[in-house]
């Protein structure tokens, strides 16, 4: 066996590892979107992750992936569609020639799972009020318009990556689009029943769960550990050795500044030290350097992580003010801190980390250059129209002719129930042997055969 082979073997093992940690985030969104909802959908948004990974899965296999990385033009894949054994196999062979340090099938394999990422931000802003097959419907829809842009600014053959876009590991292809579609679902579907009075005044809807909140925002820390180090998909990278332990470590400085940013931030503006706002901090930070953690010294990524926290914690109450109902705060923690985690990458650049990545060039603060900046903002602003306009156009289509929004006695009765049949917490609602409702809780209902937190659910 040459070295060669045991580098390509080493490659593997990292990036497939990597994948696994990615995969993980979706038990962090599961967990954080059900926390930041209300207890009679719980199961329904904990649940749609699973469906809509299969979903993602299986059309990244088929279309998504030979759009995104297969051989072709400056614009889309042409090639790698229903990949065959001997492609998957391969390395650093067509159609996937992009691939030269590990074999295609563990390219699909962590490639997949940030498509997985991206389509989960996308139900966040529409929670608690679409129809089930929507997630179906547009899970399809949005797999394949991530899979183009991902062409655009990952492919060594893409127009973005030719101009030289920073984007080491999605703050623009993961988060960003998803925010995006996000805002065009939220907007379609209006925002839930009694979210804003009469007077245009929004009223707090509070999640049922923060504890769950708090652990899906550790669990979504602990899988960024393989989404930004894991894109390095190699354990040399430029001239360096384990240049993903550099990656790994400029995550965690932006996370852990983006929590006392936010924290911190919530205290003086909202005159409280409000937990959730301390969570989107975090998960803002994070949004933020995916863009630059490969290309930014660490004091940056302090700089980064924090002044993302301090947006995110802003643009939550304004997104309300503008009228749209965002219940997981997706529109600005996603896509507010990924934009500005994409201009950060173009102001804050390394030119020794650039070179090293043979991407793009050092930022403004380095050479004086706008150049970089520049850039990053036609990313942006190609990457927004077309993700936008795609997004809002498919939804559009389905709510004229089917409609996408559920009726008003079923979300008035909860999706749990109403789509699935059953309750995420059975025993709050109805009796049921050994829970609240029978003789043995009696003490804690009273007369009242139902919980207390029903009550106020009901109400």
């Known amino acids: 066996m040459k070295n060669a082979d045991l580098l390509i073997a080493a490659n593997t093992v990292w990036v497939v590892v990597a994948a696994i940690?990615?995969?993980f985030m979706q038990a962090g969104f599961a967990l954080l979107e059900a926390g930041l909802t209300r207890m009679k959908n719980a199961a329904h948004i904990a649940g749609k992750n699973v469906l809509i990974f299969g979903i993602c899965s299986l059309v990244y296999w088929a279309v998504g992936f030979g759009l995104a990385f297969g051989d072709g033009n400056a614009v889309i894949g042409t090639t790698g569609f229903f990949p065959s054994v001997d492609s998957l196999l391969a390395v650093g062979a067509a159609p996937f020639t992009f691939f030269t340090s590990i074999p295609g099938a563990g390219a699909y394999f962590f490639e997949v799972v940030f498509a997985g990422v991206s389509l989960a931000i996308v139900w966040g802003a529409m929670a608690e009020r679409a129809k089930l097959w929507v997630y179906f419907a547009f899970g399809v829809c949005f797999t394949l318009i991530y899979s183009v842009t991902s062409h655009w600014i990952w492919h060594s053959g893409g127009w973005l990556f030719g101009l030289g876009m920073q984007d080491f590991a999605g703050s623009t292809v993961v988060h960003y689009q998803g925010a995006l579609a996000a805002l065009a679902g939220a907007i379609l579907l209006g925002p839930r029943i009694g979210k804003f009075g009469h007077d245009g005044r929004a009223n707090p809807i509070p999640g049922?769960?923060?504890p769950y909140a708090v652990l899906g925002t550790l669990i979504l820390w602990f899988g960024w550990f393989g989404f930004n180090p894991g894109s390095t998909l190699a354990v040399i990278t430029g001239k360096h050795f384990?240049?993903?332990?550099y990656v790994a470590l400029t995550t965690n400085l932006a996370?852990?500044?983006?929590?006392?940013?936010?924290?911190?931030?919530?205290?003086?503006?909202?005159?409280k030290p409000d937990v959730s706002m301390m969570l989107n901090g975090v998960i803002a930070a994070l949004v933020a350097v995916t863009a630059a953690s490969g290309f930014v010294a660490p004091w940056a990524a302090v700089v980064i992580g924090?002044?993302?926290?301090?947006?995110?914690?802003?643009?939550?109450?304004?997104?309300e003010r503008l009228g749209i109902d965002d219940p997981i705060g997706a529109v600005a923690v996603h896509g507010l801190a990924g934009v500005w985690g994409t201009v950060a990458t173009g102001l804050f650049a390394v030119p020794a980390l650039a070179s090293n990545l043979a991407t793009g060039t050092g930022g403004l603060v380095y050479t004086g250059s706008f150049r970089q900046v520049g850039v990053q903002l036609l990313g942006l602003v190609t990457v927004g129209s077309f993700t936008f306009s795609a997004s809002f156009g498919c939804l559009w289509t389905m709510k004229r002719l089917w409609g996408i929004r559920v009726e008003e006695h079923v979300e008035t009765a909860g999706l749990d129930v109403s789509e699935h049949g059953m309750w995420?917490?059975?025993?709050?609602y109805i009796p049921v042997p050994g829970?609240?409702?029978t003789e043995s809780h009696g003490?804690?209902?009273?007369?009242?055969?139902?919980?207390?937190?029903?009550?106020?659910e009901a109400a």
């Not at 003490?443 to 106020?456: D, M, Q, T």
């Open 424 to 428: 995420g917490y059975p025993e709050f």
């Open 443 to 456: 003490h804690l209902v009273g007369h009242v055969h139902r919980h207390p937190a029903a009550e106020a």
């Open 242 to 245: 384990g240049y993903f332990a």
């Open 435 to 437: 829970g609240y409702g």
């Open 21 to 23: 940690l990615v995969m």
């Open 208 to 210: 049922h769960n923060m």
């Open 255 to 271: 996370a852990a500044a983006g929590a006392l940013g936010g924290i911190a931030t919530a205290w003086l503006v909202l005159k």
């Open 306 to 319: 924090f002044l993302a926290a301090v947006i995110a914690v802003v643009a939550v109450p304004l997104v």
